[in-house]
């Protein structure tokens, strides 16, 4: 079993980890993506660029759902155009293989989580990491959903500064609450027309609004049509029971077997809110963790900071990527500062 890495660079500012403390990954979904995400990392991390060679053949061979798309790895690595890799097409499949590919690199790292917490896509990624799933299965599974979501009517997403019950009265049966991210993060999913009707509504209210890269009504009923027939085809998946625990954002409590094993679960999570903060709160009432997150940007980063026990120091954040798109030494020098942190934290113990 490989452990952490030595250091090979100074620290670029990664949070020293409190002693003591097990560990949790956050694996973040949809708005994370950028072009080159985690790129920089194929030719200095040998566990990383397997893991992703190993998730991009099981995303575009033949599987148990169908044909797979073509492309993906070339758009992964040279396309320069923000707009191909933020279509659910390219978006969902990239960020499920990139969290999968970094999960595996901190096992590989000998950590051992005590939880593993996903957003949106990020808990298919998940359930492959516990167990749940193969990776090839789960691949088909992200393949039949995208391809649905691809046929989805134009729409989007927005993030307002406020809770639920402060967007509530703006809200009718065709936006909808699509995510709660954090204590006054609320992400709003509609199709085009009405949400750009209430971001504008809330806007002039003096709510703070910013859309969300996304061009469809994620987690949102506007999806229910297209997701109809999934649980069928998700059926002929095998599930297993968790091997590491698995707090689901979309109920805010740790899954289940039975849920792990219940194809309208996963069928159904395209249209059902994803509840990060309320799930991050149940998380860390547990115990005091270190919050890995092992995704593209510090998106969830940045959100559970804002939760008590991480201001109070008790718990802690380390993220595993630069917070915004670079050069490929910006990845490398970005995780082995994480790794810098994670091995004095372990040290400490």
């Not at 560990?23 to 893991?51: C, K, N, Y």
């Not at 005590?114 to 193969?134: C, N, Y």
């Amino acid at each position: 079993m490989s452990q952490l890495p030595k250091p090979r660079v100074e620290s670029t500012g990664g949070a020293t980890a409190p002693a003591g403390r097990r560990h949790a990954l956050l694996l973040p979904g949809q708005g994370a993506q950028h072009v080159r995400m985690a790129a920089g990392l194929m030719t200095s991390e040998p566990v990383f660029a397997e893991a992703m060679d190993e998730a991009l053949t099981a995303l575009t061979e033949p599987g148990p759902l169908g044909d797979r798309p073509a492309g993906l790895r070339e758009d992964w690595l040279r396309s320069p155009d923000a707009a191909v890799i933020d279509h659910v097409t390219r978006a969902q499949p990239l960020l499920f293989a990139v969290d999968y590919a970094l999960g595996r690199l901190v096992l590989g790292w000998g950590v051992r989580p005590a939880a593993l917490l996903g957003h949106s896509i990020g808990e298919v990624a998940a359930a492959v990491l516990s167990g749940v799933f193969t990776l090839r299965d789960a691949a088909a599974l992200v393949h039949d959903r995208v391809t649905r979501l691809a046929d989805a009517p134009p729409g989007g997403m927005a993030a307002v500064a406020a809770t639920p019950d402060e967007v509530a009265p703006f809200l009718g049966d065709e936006v909808a609450v699509g995510a709660v991210n954090a204590a006054r993060q609320t992400v709003l999913a509609g199709l085009d027309a009405p949400l750009g009707a209430v971001t504008g509504a809330l806007r002039e209210a003096g709510f703070v609004v910013q859309r969300v890269p996304a061009s469809t009504a994620f987690h949102s009923p506007a999806l229910a049509p297209v997701v109809g027939g999934a649980a069928d085809r998700i059926a002929a998946l095998p599930a297993g029971e968790p091997g590491i625990p698995v707090m689901s954002g979309y109920t805010a409590r740790f899954l289940t077997p039975a849920e792990a094993k219940d194809p309208a679960f996963w069928s159904r999570q395209p249209v059902a809110p994803v509840l990060f903060w309320p799930a991050l709160d149940a998380l860390l009432a547990t115990e005091d963790l270190v919050l890995v997150e092992a995704g593209p940007g510090q998106g969830l980063s940045q959100l559970a900071r804002r939760h008590p026990a991480v201001r109070s120091g008790s718990s802690a954040v380390i993220s595993l990527l630069p917070a915004r798109p670079g050069p490929p030494e910006a990845d490398v020098a970005a995780l082995r500062a994480a790794a810098e942190a994670l091995r004095n934290h372990a040290e400490a113990v």
